[in-house]
């Protein structure tokens, strides 16, 4: 069964970079895409962005100038960084697979295996 | 990007209540419409894709409709366990968004 774990610092300062890991286990990176996406405390959850297998990635606009999302498969991890951080980044991070059905001749996506998140917080 | 919203934002219920959560997107997503429970502290846990299929492994009360603009998750009879946090997700299109969620709390 595959799992996935969150790393990183809980706390990153103002202007600075949050990076975080998610380490996947039980299963391989290949022929999936994997995502990232966060909540802050109290809100809504909001898609940051997504990167297949292959390294062909997906980024949210509203943060693409700040983010980028890799691969290592290697390690079987895949990681996020999200630059110049303020406040507003404060939130629970959530690393998932992005799992691709065959429906009806169609393909939908959604998220069928997530990690148990990690807190991050932004200040100084 | 596509805007979802929810309705009711909560609700009260009791053990055993028919429950119904609808979810509106600001335009036609077909069926490019997910829905996730989350408990408090708990990463979200994906019920229903392509909205009308059961994910493995989630029981039969739980059902959704709906294509367009309007969809719907129903728990036919709702159990203890069933308190929680319900998301809708488009995945039409990137920026893939999330309704604002319904907290369903017991009466």
Redesign the interface.
Known sequence: QVQLQESGPGLVKPSETLSLTCTVSGGSLSSYYWIWIRQPPG?????IGHIYSSGGT?Y???LKSRVTISLDMSKNQFSLELTSVTAADTAVY?C?RNLQ?L?NS?Y?????V????TTVTVSS | ?IQMTQSPSSLSASVGDRVTITCRASQSIT??L?W?QQKPG?????LI??AS?L?SGVPSRFSGSGSGTDFTLTISSLQSEDFATY?C?Q?YS????????TKVEIK
Do not use: I, R
């Not at chain 2, 708990?42 to 994906?46: D, E, G, L, R, S």
């Not at chain 2, 990137?94 to 969620?101: A, K, L, R, S, Y």
């Open positions: 809100k809504g959850l909001e898609w997906n949210n606009p509203s959530y998932g059905q429906v169609y939908y996506f959604y998220m069928d997530w990690g148990k998140g | 990007d069926t490019y997910n996730y708990k990463a979200p846990k994906v894709y392509a299929n994910q998301h997700q995945s990137t920026p893939w968004t999330f309704g604002q969620g």
